[in-house]
């Protein structure tokens, strides 16, 4: 008897050639899923524990006033690049309980930076860059993202008052290190 529950119509395993049942799963293509086409953790008990780097990047695009206002400190909540990124620190840490395959990790660093565009030919902006570090088998790229996830939604909560049209965008993991794959960067691609 299956404790599978059955696969609903349009599912992401619907659209997916089933594997051959021996098939590893990078040869299958996505390594979520199993032979069957089934979504499952990742194992990564063989791997070895390797240092492990990820720097993610992403951008919010806002009015020029509102941007003045976060630099000058007079947003009517407070400090918003230090609560923001307090929240990307805290996100990091959660990342495994927000991603349904994601590993629970021991972080062993996270730096947050944000860097304020008054003059960015997109319009003026918030970047947020994350760097997060683990001694793990496997790597931090999705902890990097969520960061700057959580730290841009937490610009647009505390500003949403005086500029609801805020845009996030250009959210991408710059570069990554450690690991069998060795070292990635954007650079390269």
């Known amino acids: 008897m299956s404790t599978q529950p059955p696969a609903l119509p349009g599912s992401v395993s619907d659209s997916l050639p089933p594997a051959p049942a021996d098939a590893a799963p990078a040869q299958a293509g996505f390594t979520h899923f199993d032979g069957a086409g089934q979504a499952h953790m990742v194992d990564v008990g ?51 309980d927000l991603i349904p395959l994601c590993h629970p990790l021991p972080i062993t660093r996270v730096a947050v930076d944000f860097s304020l565009e008054p003059d960015a030919p997109a319009g003026a902006g918030v970047r947020c860059t994350a760097t997060v570090e683990s001694h793990g088998r496997t790597g931090v790229e999705m902890e990097a993202l969520t960061a700057v996830q959580v730290g841009l939604l937490t610009v647009y909560d505390m500003c949403k008052a005086v500029d609801r049209g805020m845009v996030i965008g250009e959210v991408r993991v710059l570069e990554k290190h450690g690991g069998k794959s060795g070292s990635w960067s954007a650079a390269q691609s």
């Open 46 to 96: 063989g791997k070895p524990a390797t240092h492990r780097v990820a720097v993610a990047e992403g951008v919010i695009r806002m009015q020029g006033a509102t941007l003045q206002r976060i630099a000058s400190g007079e947003a009517a909540k407070g400090d918003v690049i230090g609560v923001a990124r307090i929240a990307a620190i805290q996100a990091t840490k959660r990342c495994a």
